[in-house]
T-cell receptor, first 109, second 113 residues
Framework: GQNIDQPTEMTATEGAIVQINCTYQ??????LFWYQQHAGEAPTFLSY????GLEEKGRFSSFLSRSKGYSYLLLKELQMKDSASYLC??????????FGAGTTVTVRA | IAGITQAPTSQILAAGRRMTLRCTQD?????MYWYRQDLGLGLRLIHY???????GKGEVPDGYSVSRANTDDFPLTLASAVPSQTSVYFC????????????FGPGTRLTVL
């Protein structure tokens, strides 16, 4: 199975940068995903890493180190609409996802 | 239909009753999934199907059953609902490729009294 840890809550100011860390222990690894979920809505896909390194997509970047079982999601130039939960998910060899409990990010003016 | 739809949007159910949550996708994705989301626990996989005609158990399958008669539909049935099944249920699908992300439906909020 998978054991996935991420902080419960983070608060940051509009325009700032926030880094959400995710550590995992896995019996099989086939990629790591980050999802965004606004309150009362469905999760939506943000990023996918399967190789070590940084993937950049606009204001959002995601990093993976497979040897350390570690990933982070970097949110730059924070906007009020970025207030949401961010879910780290690890995919196993059978293509099933295991999710962390999520990190609630609050952006303050 | 665009993407994934779920029905009903919400439901209040008496304990002991049978309930089927519906999920339909129009993306011709091979793989489909059912999750429940509870506060502080995140999304937990209930059942999944890698292709039509096959199903598998996830992390929390007890009390739930699924079927996958065709590519588009993946209903989740609670045979005899219990209060601990009060949750938000999300259906998801993916094309099953190595980089294929899961797309989620809007969710069903179920309350069992």
């Amino acid at each position: 199975g998978q054991n996935i840890d991420q902080p419960t809550e983070m608060t940051a100011t509009e325009g700032a940068i926030v880094q959400i860390n995710c550590t995992y222990q896995t019996s099989g690894f086939n990629g790591l995903f980050w999802y965004q979920q606004h309150a009362g809505e469905a999760p939506t896909f943000l990023s996918y890493n399967v190789l070590d390194g940084l993937e950049e997509k606009g204001r959002f970047s995601s990093f993976l180190s497979r040897s350390k079982g570690y990933s982070y999601l970097l949110l730059k130039e924070l906007q009020m609409k970025d207030s949401a939960s961010y879910l780290c998910a690890v995919r196993d060899g059978d293509y099933k996802l295991s999710f962390g409990a999520g990190t609630t990010v609050t952006v303050r003016a | 239909i665009a993407g994934i739809t779920q029905a009903p949007t919400s439901q209040i159910l008496a304990a002991g009753r049978r309930m089927t949550l519906r999920c339909t996708q129009d993306m011709r994705h091979n793989a489909m999934y059912w999750y429940r989301q509870d506060l502080g626990l995140g999304l937990r996989l209930i059942h999944y199907s890698n292709t039509a005609g096959t199903t598998g158990k996830g992390e929390v399958p007890d009390g739930y059953s699924v079927s996958r008669a065709n590519t588009d539909d993946f209903p989740l049935t609670l045979a005899s609902a219990v209060p601990s099944q009060t949750s938000v249920y999300f259906c998801a699908s993916s094309d099953g490729t190595s980089g294929g992300e899961q797309f989620f439906g809007p969710g069903t909020r179920l309350t069992v009294l």
